[in-house]
């Protein structure tokens, strides 16, 4: 069993698209960050994130800021560049989604656990990582 878990903020306002087959996907932005270790700064990776269904009624509440853990399976997307080179995202095929907490709008000005920060965009429509590569091990 393939399972892929992701807690974080939503990018930009989730959009509904119709298949031709008649059904329809909501596909989303989700971005969690980690503090790299020694370090005040922060890694931010981005996943890209499709829910499939006949009734979209949740998109609305997928909105920009909105902090969501989506639970679903992996899948490994390709595309082409435009300079011809074939590149694979991460993408998560989301069975599940738990509202949680406040949106980083929302969070209040006197929390202490964490600096509010604003989340990068990705450059590229594709992209799921923004930031250096970081190898020292697991975050649990």
Same mark, same amino acid.
């Given at each position: 069993?393939r399972?892929l $878990?992701?807690?974080?903020?939503?990018?930009?306002?989730?959009q509904v698209? @119709?298949?031709?087959s /008649? #059904?329809?996907?909501?596909n989303f932005?989700?971005?969690?960050?980690?503090? $790299?270790k @020694? =370090?005040?700064?922060?890694? #931010?990776?981005?996943?890209?994130?499709a829910r499939?269904?006949?009734? &979209?009624?949740?998109a609305?509440y997928?909105?920009k /800021? #909105?902090y &969501? $853990? &989506?639970? /679903?399976?992996?899948d490994?997307? !390709?595309y &082409? @560049?435009?300079?011809?080179? #074939?590149k694979?995202?991460?993408k998560? $095929?989301?069975s599940e989604?738990?509202?949680? /907490?406040? =949106?980083?709008?929302e969070e =209040?000005?006197n929390? !202490?656990?964490?600096p509010k920060r604003e989340y990068?965009?990705?450059?590229?429509p594709? =992209?799921?990582?923004?930031g250096?590569d970081?190898s020292?091990?697991l975050?649990?």
């Amino acid at each position: 069993m393939r399972k892929l $878990i992701i807690a974080g903020y939503i990018g930009a306002d989730a959009q509904v698209a @119709d298949l031709p087959s /008649g #059904t329809q996907v909501i596909n989303f932005n989700v971005a969690v960050s980690e503090k $790299i270790k @020694d =370090s005040q700064e922060y890694k #931010t990776t981005w996943f890209r994130c499709a829910r499939f269904a006949n009734n &979209v009624s949740i998109a609305p509440y997928l909105k920009k /800021g #909105t902090y &969501v $853990i &989506v639970e /679903g399976k992996p899948d490994i997307e !390709t595309y &082409v @560049d435009q300079q011809g080179v #074939t590149k694979a995202n991460l993408k998560c $095929i989301v069975s599940e989604i738990h509202f949680g /907490g406040n =949106s980083k709008n929302e969070e =209040s000005a006197n929390s !202490t656990s964490e600096p509010k920060r604003e989340y990068p965009q990705s450059n590229q429509p594709n =992209s799921f990582v923004d930031g250096p590569d970081e190898s020292d091990g697991l975050p649990f």
